[in-house]
């Protein structure tokens, strides 16, 4: 065996398989001869068993037959028909002759058969007649047997064989047979049942036996299959006309133990053959490759290093062959090797240039880099670099190498000059562009003497380094010690070296020079203000900026390598690479992109590639400006042109609804408290009802475009809760089935602002949690709360409905935002709520009600002092019966309502229908007061005014404006102006009564 880290012989290895070869095919041999051997013997065994089992078979074959005609020929004994008969007919006592002849006929056939140990004679019924068991007449059993009856279907001369069963009274299992008893018509009467037992066969069988542990065995099959098991082989045969198998068993071993002991002394003596033969050839093989082995040890000292070793040509003629060639290729690749360790060690100065070139550390480092590799790559051992100053016709000295054990430094050599004009080595060198050898510097006439004796120079060879067409430096090298001449391959080495130097220093200067203009060109793009994104020419990223990361969100290093999915999707950005690849670029596109936390972007992108031939482009470059703001504020500035135009639709139609408006909102008024029955004074409510939600839909529209301020008073929230309430309160309750549920804080402070107005922000958020109710199962309810602040006070109407989806809550209290069906909302409500409040100093929030729902609250700042109180509970002034009023309008329905309100306050009412009959009206008599629409045809109110002004009744006859053009600030300046109170259409009967009697009184109707 080998030691440890020793590899093993070539006679080891020849022995390592030829042994085990030879052992293998010995013991091969003899274990086929066994094998055979023991086939050839397995199989006769095999024949052998299965014959016996097929003899032990048929032997019980015969023995069951003869049991079946006994069985046979029994039953057709005339006793048990005569026996039969006599019972029929009552004959007892000759029937029971018969029975006792029956008994000794059964008793003498169970005796010499000794196969039956019990025979019994049933009746029809399965009742025992007589039984005969163990050789002996017994008493006949009570018991029925049920097995026995159910045979009914027996025929004459064909028993039926029943399956083995183990019996309490026999010690083998036994085998019923049963036979019918029939009389001379062919009648079943009774039955025989013999009761076979199974001893004699299994003795019969034990007499076939096939060496000392082969048995023979009865069974009956149920699916098994007789194979020969582990040491072990059976044979099967089927025994004919039962469900029998006899299965024969023998142990192989008794067969095979004397083939297996010629077989354990087959393989020792083909053992101890192997050993000796492996002895006889170890020797032998040891003698002829000793000399294979010394061969083998000098490659491996070769191979570590030791190129001297040769080997001595002995032995056989061949190994002598090897031998020499051994010696011959050692010889050769020693030559070969310092060859190739020269070209290494060039190869390696020049990776060493190449580095420094590239490593950017400046070009005097540059220089050092090359005169280290020149030196070293090259196999010299001093050395000295001289700059080329042009402009100033000189040349300095740079570096040394080698000459700092001479105590010459690279300070010491910079303080050399030499001109370049003056016939020195160096000038020489530079001009030629070529090698320029020196045998002995002291002697030589171009080199300075006391320069040649501090450098310590002999022999050394000068070379120009050139770059750009240009030389721009000297090299000089040389060997220690005189009398060394520097060979020829090693000067044009070294004029090479020069050359690549050259091209290192220029390289250096292009890599500099590429540096600073990417340096430029990055500063360039991370200050873009725009995202500036660099693809590869499979689209994945490069360059991601600044402004890139500021946009979108994504740091450099997570960009980078990825797609622009990042920030498309996936089908913009299929169309943008089709696009870019199938046109070259892409001018400005338009498309939507989105940002790290999911933000909507609207983007102009511009992609251009630059192409290195044929039509792939080898890299791409994007250009992407962001103009969602932009976007946004043109959004805003379309918006705003809509709003402006939908304002002027809306004064027209406000305008023109508000004279029939006030017709209807009118009469409605009165109709609503007529002495009419219930029905009917539930149809004028809703009739009413209706009418005023006309009106908040009008002024609704109308604040939404209305603009300058409006009245603040201090207001109670307690009070606008309580009247809102009361407004919708049927509404949500009657109609809706909504409980309603409030909670007002009794000591809540006073807030500023418009009562009607304040009052129809809170109506329409109730009828907004009533929308969103509806439909709804379950219990329905709207809460409406009350509470003081550190900082005002607030009210608060919740519901448990759906709550609002979050795409809307960013834009809810924009305007003709809505979620509500197609016709049930116009989207002004919360705009123009959040509006009202904003006058009032208020801001609506929205949040999720706790459970579900939606909560809106409106918070107030603290009451400012000095301001009126609102008139909550709407007191009219007193009236005036009997004052004499003048009506001029030219809406003749507005004239009837205006008058039949007048009357019923008690008043004296004239009407008049143009300006025409109102001078006349004046005219001809003098009233209290004139009631007149501002547009009345092709003339104004202001007409009316000007005819009381020439009659000289103005100074006692006051004038009471009616207008439903309210978004006119003409009117409003004008009237203010000549002191002329105004009251807007469409107004409530308490409305245009207030407005009347504070005229009388000569106060103002402001609206």
Known sequence: MPGPGRERSLSAHLLSWLLPFIVGVSSLISLSGYLIARRSILAELEQGLHSAAQTAADQVQARWAQYRNDVITISQSPLFRDYVMNREFGLNQEAGVYRREIERMLLDFSRRSEAFPRVRVLDVRGREVCRIQDDAVRTPSRDLDAAAVSLRGLSPGRPAQGRPRRVSWHRFPVVPWTAGIYDDAGVLKGFLVFDASLGPTYESLR????????????????????????????????????????????????FLRPLISLETTSLLLALIAAIVLGVGLSRQLGYLLGPVSALAEAAGAFAAGDLDRRVAAAGPREVGVLAQSFNAMAASLK???????????????????????????????????CLDAAVQGLGFERGCLFWIDEPAGRIVGECVKGLERFGVTDAELRTLRFRCDDGNILAEAASSRGVVYVEDARS????????????????????????????IAIMTVAFDGPGRPIPRPMMRSFSLFCGAAGIALENARLIEETAASEERYRTAVENSPHAVISLDQNFRITLWNRRAEALFGFQPSEARGRTLELIFERKVYRRLAREAETQGAIRHAEVGGRSRDGRRLELDVSLTGQSSGGRAAREWFVVIQDETETKHLQAQLIQAEKLSAVGTLIAGVAHELNNPLAAVM???????????????????????????????????????????????QRV??????????????????????????????RGLPFVAGDTVRLQQVLVNLLNNSCDALRGRSGPKIVRVRTRESPDGCSLE???????????????????????????MGTGLGLSICAQVASEAGARIL??????????????FPPCPAGLQEADSSFNLPPPRPGARVLVVDDEPELVHLAARLLAEDGMEVSTASDVAAARRALEADSFDLVVSDVDLGAESGFAVLEALERSGARARTPLLLVTGDVLNRDIGRQAAKRGVAVLAKPFLRTDFLRAVRRALSGGKAVS
Not at 226 to 238: C, H, I
Not at 803 to 823: I, S, Y
Request: charged content about 25%; glycine content about 12%; proline content about 4%.
């Open 335 to 369: 030559q070969r090797t310092e060859d190739l360790v020269a070209r290494v060690r060039e190869l390696t100065a020049l990776h060493g240039l190449n580095e420094a070139a590239l490593s950017r550390v400046g070009r005097g480092a540059i220089g050092k880099a």
């Open 716 to 745: 109670s929230l307690n009070y606008l809760a309580q009247a809102a309430i009361g407004l919708v309160e049927y509404k949500l309750v009657k109609t809706e089935g909504i409980r309603l549920e409030t909670d007002l804080d």
């Open 846 to 859: 929205y949040e999720d009600a706790p459970g579900g729902g939606a909560r809106f609250t409106v918070s």
């Open 666 to 712: 009118g009469f409605a008024e009165l109709l609503k408290d007529a002495q009419v029955g219930s029905e009917e004074r539930e149809d004028l409510r809703q009739l009413h009802a209706s009418a005023l939600r006309c009106r908040d839909i009008v002024q609704g529209l109308l604040s939404f475009v209305r603009q300058g301020k409006t009245l603040r």
């Open 444 to 471: 030589d006439p171009r080199c300075q003497p006391e320069v040649a004796a501090r450098l310590q120079s002999h022999s050394f060879c000068a070379a120009p380094i050139v770059a750009g067409g240009r030389a």
């Open 797 to 823: 109407v919740e519901d448990n409905g759906p709550g609002l989806p979050a795409e809307v809550r960013g834009r809810l209290f924009e305007p003709f935002v809505t979620t509500k069906p197609v016709g």
């Open 207 to 254: 007499g076939y036996r096939i060496g000392r542990r082969g048995q023979a065995r009865l069974v009956e099959p149920r699916g098994e299959s007789w194979l020969s098991g582990l040491g072990r082989s059976e044979a099967a045969a089927k025994v004919g006309g039962t469900p029998w198998t006899v299965v024969m068993t023998i142990d192989r071993g008794e």
